[in-house]
């Protein structure tokens, strides 16, 4: 798949690799994770790693029967039955005329007896091509010089419902379509008359060239609204993953922060109009599920006089209505199709769940290291199905360590604690005295609303003030907003010489560090500069 490009306003130097390649998806990228790369600039920014969200797909059974119902999926594999031992065709390999209504007849697309609608049998030639296509029928010719099809070896595995043969044809069967839609939709319209072709052959080798371009005009567009409609399911909530068609064609078309102008407007609705077809063919693979525009509109447009079908527009309109403009939600077979076709391109497209396949510190290792992971979904996997005493203290003894990801670790450590609640108590009653842990235990126990719990000593107390300051250094990537809400939390009385003559001496790697920070960007000119004075301290002492 092509890139996904969305209309933006420029990228400046100081913005990460994520924001620059995706700004439609700022309020996402915080679900990222951490360690988004900064500083690039312009001429690094088209080198830069494009971040596609982790997904959560089902296993390989469910997807083989989901593959399995798609109708037309289907159709190919009965055709494939019927034509054995061996089935008479023409000598493109298609159905021969006597076989055409009797196959429509074995798919249920026209009645057992009477006649048989043209539409049912050309129906049936398309299922018939797609089994031809996917090689679940061969075509050959025997020593009489008869055409002949015989069924394919991966008939059998694929009625069987084997998932590597099952998933490997449908993924095949949706690269043909996906190919076919582009193709459809790039087509020119013929005038009445067109068609002669010129003297000297330049109009037919200019009209090649028009063709050419609108198809890849047509495939990159297509590719971009899956993309688009792969994040979008990604981080929709269960239930709510239908985007209505102008939804994603705005996502596509307006730059980000800006409202929609009459002009971009009209290119939402000329986007609109583009993807409709071929979205449509796409639903009949199961690869999405789609409700087209209805075609009233264009009539109700055209009675009304504009000169073009106006699909979009600032009126709110209710539910049903908003819904005859066209509605599409990704599969889950969807999904999974769009995520093997961005690994053929190489790119990053993890599944939720990859990095909880080990133990407690491999875990928060690699949640620490991926710059693309939803970490939180990630500890939800890991915990799932384990005794919450003992995942706590698997969790605690992994958070500990002074090295650059420590911080974090305990961070998502504490995270960890909350999905398991109360029952972990006694784990986290263990660490209390732990100069590293104790700090965060006991803050944790306070919110769990437990009383007899000890106030940390005044050591303790400022070490968990650096390591949760840095923490969210690592975490936010230095983001100054996010930061600042931090800062503004700080405990500095009318004393801040005093307050960070105490925090400079504190014993962690990440002390000048965040005392740089806090001169960097408090609000308070006085609170800033002796945050400087105790970050150069620090620095010193080091």
Same mark, same amino acid.
């Given at each position: 798949?092509?890139?996904?490009?969305?209309?933006?306003?420029?990228?400046?130097?100081?913005?990460?690799?994520?924001?620059?390649?995706?700004?439609?998806?700022?309020?996402?990228?915080? %679900?990222?994770?951490?360690?988004?790369?900064?500083?690039?600039?312009?001429?690094?920014?088209?080198? @830069?790693?494009?971040?596609?969200?982790?997904?959560?797909?089902?296993?390989?059974?469910?997807?083989?029967?989901?593959?399995?119902?798609?109708?037309? =999926?289907?159709?190919?594999?009965?055709? /494939?039955?019927?034509?054995?031992?061996?089935?008479?065709?023409?000598?493109?390999?298609?159905?021969?005329?006597?076989?055409?209504?009797?196959?429509?007849?074995?798919?249920?697309?026209?009645?057992?007896?009477?006649?048989?609608?043209?539409?049912? &049998?050309?129906?049936?030639? #398309?299922?018939?091509?797609? @089994?031809?296509?996917?090689?679940?029928? +061969?075509?050959?010719?025997?020593?009489?010089?008869?055409?002949?099809?015989?069924?394919?070896?991966?008939?059998?595995?694929?009625?069987?419902?084997?998932?590597?043969?099952?998933?490997?044809?449908?993924?095949?069967?949706?690269?043909?379509? #996906?190919?076919?839609?582009?193709? /459809?939709?790039?087509?020119?319209?013929?005038?009445?008359?067109?068609?002669?072709?010129?003297?000297?052959?330049?109009?037919?080798?200019?009209?090649?060239?028009?063709?050419?371009?609108?198809?890849?005009?047509?495939?990159?567009?297509?590719?971009?609204?899956?993309?688009? %409609?792969?994040?979008?399911?990604?981080?929709?909530?269960?239930?709510?993953?239908?985007?209505?068609?102008?939804?994603?064609?705005?996502?596509?078309?307006?730059?980000?922060? +800006?409202?929609?102008?009459?002009?971009?407007?009209?290119?939402?609705?000329?986007?609109?109009?583009?993807?409709?077809?071929?979205?449509?063919?796409?639903?009949?693979?199961?690869?999405?599920?789609?409700?087209?525009?209805?075609?009233?509109?264009?009539?109700?447009?055209?009675?009304?006089?504009?000169?073009?079908? /106006?699909?979009?527009?600032?009126?709110?309109?209710?539910?049903?209505?908003?819904?005859? =403009?066209?509605?599409?939600?990704?599969?889950?077979?969807?999904?999974?199709?769009?995520?093997?076709?961005?690994?053929?391109?190489?790119?990053?497209?993890? !599944?939720?769940?990859?990095?909880?396949?080990?133990?407690?510190?491999?875990?928060?290792?690699?949640?620490?290291?991926?710059?693309?992971?939803?970490?939180? &979904? &990630?500890?939800?996997?890991?915990?799932?199905?384990?005794?919450?005493?003992?995942?706590?203290?698997?969790?605690?003894?992994?958070?500990?360590?002074?090295?650059?990801?420590?911080?974090?670790?305990?961070?998502?450590?504490?995270?960890?604690?909350?999905?398991?609640?109360?029952? @972990?108590?006694?784990?986290?009653?263990?660490?209390?005295?732990?100069?590293?842990?104790?700090?965060?235990?006991?803050?944790? !126990?306070?919110?769990?609303?437990?009383?007899?719990? $000890?106030? $940390?000593?005044?050591?303790?107390?400022?070490?968990?003030?650096?390591?949760?300051?840095?923490?969210?250094?690592?975490?936010?990537?230095?983001?100054?907003?996010? *930061?600042?809400?931090?800062?503004?939390?700080?405990?500095?009385?009318?004393?801040?010489?005093?307050? =960070?003559?105490?925090?400079?001496?504190?014993?962690?790697?990440?002390?000048?560090?965040?005392?740089?920070?806090?001169?960097? *960007?408090?609000?308070?000119?006085?609170?800033?500069?002796?945050?400087?004075?105790?970050? =150069?301290?620090?620095?010193?002492?080091?």
């Amino acid at each position: 798949m092509a890139g996904r490009r969305r209309k933006n306003a420029g990228a400046s130097a100081g913005e990460s690799a994520a924001e620059a390649v995706l700004p439609a998806d700022l309020e996402l990228q915080d %679900l990222y994770g951490a360690f988004a790369a900064h500083g690039l600039d312009d001429e690094d920014l088209d080198d @830069a790693a494009v971040l596609v969200p982790p997904v959560r797909l089902p296993g390989e059974e469910e997807l083989t029967a989901q593959a399995k119902a798609v109708p037309m =999926f289907g159709y190919a594999l009965a055709l /494939a039955r019927w034509a054995a031992p061996h089935r008479a065709v023409d000598e493109f390999g298609d159905l021969v005329e006597e076989d055409r209504a009797p196959a429509a007849r074995l798919l249920g697309l026209a009645p057992a007896e009477g006649e048989v609608p043209e539409e049912a &049998e050309i129906e049936a030639m #398309r299922a018939w091509s797609l @089994a031809c296509d996917l090689d679940l029928v +061969e075509i050959g010719t025997t020593a009489a010089g008869e055409h002949v099809a015989v069924p394919g070896p991966d008939l059998e595995p694929a009625e069987q419902g084997d998932p590597e043969t099952v998933l490997e044809l449908w993924l095949t069967a949706a690269g043909i379509v #996906r190919e076919l839609a582009v193709e /459809a939709d790039s087509l020119p319209e013929e005038e009445p008359g067109e068609g002669a072709s010129d003297e000297e052959g330049e109009e037919d080798e200019d009209g090649l060239n028009e063709v050419e371009e609108a198809r890849d005009a047509a495939a990159e567009l297509l590719d971009e609204a899956l993309q688009v %409609l792969y994040e979008t399911t990604a981080f929709a909530d269960p239930g709510q993953e239908t985007v209505p068609l102008g939804v994603l064609a705005a996502l596509l078309v307006v730059p980000e922060g +800006e409202e929609p102008s009459e002009e971009l407007l009209g290119d939402i609705t000329d986007v609109m109009v583009s993807l409709d077809p071929m979205l449509g063919d796409l639903a009949e693979l199961g690869l999405l599920e789609y409700r087209p525009i209805d075609p009233e509109l264009f009539d109700e447009e055209e009675g009304a006089g504009d000169e073009a079908p /106006a699909l979009v527009g600032e009126a709110p309109l209710d539910e049903e209505e908003s819904a005859r =403009f066209g509605l599409v939600r990704l599969t889950p077979l969807g999904q999974y199709g769009i995520r093997q076709w961005l690994l053929e391109d190489g790119y990053d497209a993890p !599944l939720v769940g990859e990095l909880a396949q080990g133990d407690a510190a491999e875990l928060l290792r690699a949640v620490c290291e991926s710059a693309n992971v939803l970490p939180e &979904e &990630e500890l939800r996997v890991w915990i799932t199905g384990r005794e919450p005493v003992a995942a706590a203290r698997e969790l605690l003894a992994a958070a500990r360590g002074g090295d650059a990801y420590g911080p974090m670790r305990r961070m998502l450590c504490v995270t960890a604690l909350d999905m398991l609640g109360a029952p @972990a108590e006694p784990a986290v009653r263990d660490v209390l005295d732990d100069p590293e842990l104790g700090g965060a235990g006991r803050a944790w !126990l306070t919110s769990l609303g437990a009383a007899d719990v $000890p106030a $940390p000593e005044r050591s303790m107390a400022l070490w968990v003030v650096v390591d949760t300051f840095a923490a969210q250094l690592l975490d936010s990537g230095g983001d100054a907003g996010q *930061l600042r809400e931090l800062i503004a939390d700080l405990p500095v009385t009318g004393d801040p010489a005093s307050y =960070f003559g105490e925090l400079w001496r504190v014993d962690h790697p990440y002390t000048a560090d965040v005392l740089e920070a806090v001169g960097e *960007l408090h609000l308070d000119r006085a609170v800033a500069k002796e945050a400087r004075k105790a970050a =150069f301290k620090a620095r010193s002492r080091g």
